[in-house]
Every structure is written in C-alpha cells, then in structure tokens.
Nanobody, 112 residues
C-alpha cells in the first residue's frame, strides 16, 4: 500500500510561484505515472499534469502549459509541481495520485 502526502500549498498573489511536493511512503513509486489533479470549490476534479515514473515523460493540461512543471526525485520518492505565473483561477485543492492511491490534498489560493 502507498501513502501519498502533499505539501507546499499556501496563499500567493497573482503572478507568484509555489512548489508542491508529493511524497510516497509504504512503497516506492514505480511503473506507471504520478499525476497532479485539482478541485476548485463547486467544480469537478480536473487533471493538471502527469509524469511517467520510468521515462520521465510528462503531459499537462492546456490551462497550465508553460506555467507549471512536473518533475520527480527518485532518491526521495517524491514528485514536484512547480507552479509559476499563478492566476486566481488556479485556486484549488491540489491532489497527487498514483495508481489507485490519492493524497489528502493541499490548498493553493491565489489572490487577485
């Protein structure tokens, strides 16, 4: 079983940056992808970015391309989401996911 713990959320002004972390414990990330998702109040959870643990290939939602970067550190069994040029519409709870496992989420709030 894998436990995922997100951290790094907070309050930032428009145009600011945050780096989210997703650390795995119990078992290491392996094989398939590790993804970031987000859910804003009153909206459905949506895909943000994913990284393939094996070959580090990445994919992004159109809304974050060019602003967000997903990366991994296999020595720390951690996936990061670097978020730059943040906008108020990026405000949401951000979750990481791997296989059937989800973290508890971390709140990101971007003030205008």
């Amino acid at each position: 079983q894998v436990q995922l713990v997100e951290s790094g959320g907070g309050l930032v002004q428009t145009g600011g940056s945050l780096r989210l972390s997703c650390a795995a414990s119990g078992r290491t990330f392996s094989g398939s992808g590790v993804g970031w998702f987000r859910q804003a109040p009153g909206k459905e959870r949506e895909f943000v970015a994913v990284i393939n643990w094996s070959d580090e290939s990445t994919s992004y939602a159109d809304s974050v391309k060019g602003r967000f970067t997903i990366s991994r550190d296999n020595t720390k069994n951690t996936v990061y989401l670097q978020m730059n040029s943040l906008k108020p519409e990026d405000t949401a709870v951000y979750y990481c996911a791997h296989r059937a496992y989800w973290g508890q989420g971390t709140q990101v709030t971007v003030s205008s």
